[in-house]
């Protein structure tokens, strides 16, 4: 049986689909069989129907963090608006908003359009203040969010988010409408299959092993074929790491999950939340929680697992998890001992300067997306809109957007990649430490 690392890929039919064996031929190969490759494969085939395209992927569709991910569709882009501002200026740091909420649209339009069962619910997102310190700290990335323009934002004090969760945390909030939950596993496969219809062909089970650019054309070899394509693109997110190419460009971190029990009707309605929001708090080390469907709370984030070199195995962290159970019981009280059934890790991509990055490998014909950095379920679709319209060289405001073939502050090479990225968790951790407490 396939491995499922996450509760959510549980819940669907994994349909493999044929290994690669042989030699053929395409007009775009896409590596890579997550949101952002299946959706630029999407995109391909609806603007040019009589194309051919192909996915490769290493396991099966939805298997890396598309498959792991929490389930936000949210429109924050790169770490945190501040963050956007400083690196890039007030002006596209409101273009980036535009960007995600254009994002958010455009994953509610899929799901409606296909008629996708993920248990898609558009119920908004809120972040939520601790304590002094973090309410002090979010109330100014509020207003700072307000003069930019976004209007989509409401402040909520104690009695309103009481109104929303019953938490004894809760000091304070920032909502927003404009954000959705969802099954990421029911979506991708939902997504695999109108594609599919489409007549993408997608290859699993079929791990790269190398690329090179021969009389113009890129000859992509796999363990048993090899595909001659015109154009490419590496859809590789937080495995990018493992093409020469782009390799320095992000790293993988790794974030954790905890997934309780069904709750019961007592249970639910000692914690409020009727509303049934995305919840997130407004730590470095950010705690992320939601409900399920079916009225499981997913609790994840907290401290997160740094990768050294090419290894990819840090999907278990049983402090974290242990650390996020703990959590469930702080926020909400009389979930405290509440059965734990799910336990799972999943890579997150993160650039230098925490912001996504997309453009060329060399030349118009190669291109890559990465940097997500946790926010990429509606993220991804829509920069599979922009990179089939780079790859058909169509001229829109998505394909002019600031971080599209912008340059990447490289990552340095190990041992001192891993001692920087520690050094850069150690100063998370603290200030968490510090704000936590007051």
């Not at 945190?80 to 908003?97: H, P, Q």
């Not at 054309?217 to 782009?246: M, V, W, Y």
């Not at 920069?383 to 600031?402: D, I, V």
Request: hydrophobic letters at 40%; aromatic letters at 12%.
């Amino acid at each position: 049986m396939e491995k499922r690392p996450s509760f959510w890929l549980h819940t669907v039919d994994i349909d493999l689909e044929p290994q690669l064996e042989g030699d053929i031929k395409c007009d775009f190969a896409i590596i890579g069989g997550g949101f952002t490759g299946i959706a630029t494969s999407y995109f391909l085939k609806t603007f040019e129907p009589s194309s051919d395209v192909v996915v490769v992927e290493k396991e099966y569709v939805g298997f890396g963090a598309s498959g792991r991910n929490a389930g936000f569709a949210m429109t924050l882009f790169g770490l945190t608006l501040g963050i956007t501002s400083m690196r890039f200026g007030k002006e596209n740091a409101y273009r980036a908003y535009k960007y995600m909420y254009e994002a958010v649209s455009l994953v509610k339009e899929l799901v409606e359009k296909h008629k996708i069962d993920c248990d898609f619910e558009y119920n908004g997102f809120i972040r939520i203040a601790t304590t002094k310190l973090y309410e002090k700290r979010l109330r100014h990335e509020f207003e700072f969010a307000k003069k930019l323009g976004i209007e989509d934002a409401q402040w909520l004090d104690k009695k309103q988010i009481s109104e929303k969760i019953k938490s004894p945390i809760a000091r304070a909030g920032w909502y927003e409408r404009h954000c959705a939950i969802l099954n990421p596993a029911k979506l991708i496969v939902g997504m695999k299959n109108v594609v599919k219809n489409l007549g993408v062909k997608i290859y699993e089970r079929t791990p790269l092993v190398e690329v090179r650019k021969t009389n113009g054309k890129f000859e992509i070899k796999t363990q048993k074929g090899k595909i001659t394509a015109e154009k490419i693109l590496f859809a590789t997110n937080a495995f990018s790491h493992l093409i020469p190419s782009i390799r320095t460009k992000q790293v993988p971190a790794f974030t954790h999950i905890v997934l309780t029990e069904r709750l019961s009707e007592e249970k639910l309605s000692e914690i409020g939340w009727k509303t049934r929001e995305g919840l997130e708090d407004s730590r470095n080390l950010i705690h992320y929680f939601r409900l399920t469907k079916d009225n499981r709370l997913l609790m994840g984030g907290g401290d997160v697992s740094v990768a050294f070199g090419k290894k990819m195995d840090y999907d278990t962290n049983e402090k974290t998890f242990s650390e996020l159970e703990k959590y469930i019981s702080e926020v909400f009280p009389p979930l405290k001992g509440v059965k734990i059934e799910y336990k799972w890790g999943g890579p997150v991509s993160i650039t230098v300067d925490l912001a996504p990055a997309l453009g060329y490998v060399g030349d118009k014909n190669a291109l890559y997306s990465l940097g997500c950095i946790g926010h990429g379920v509606s993220l991804s679709h829509l920069n599979g809109l922009t990179l089939a319209e780079l790859f058909l060289e169509r001229k829109t405001e998505r394909t002019s957007m600031f971080f599209v073939n912008r340059f990447t502050i490289p990552w340095p090479p190990e041992p001192i990649r891993f001692i920087a990225s520690q050094v850069v968790r150690g100063i998370m951790k603290i200030q968490d430490m510090i704000y936590d407490r007051i």
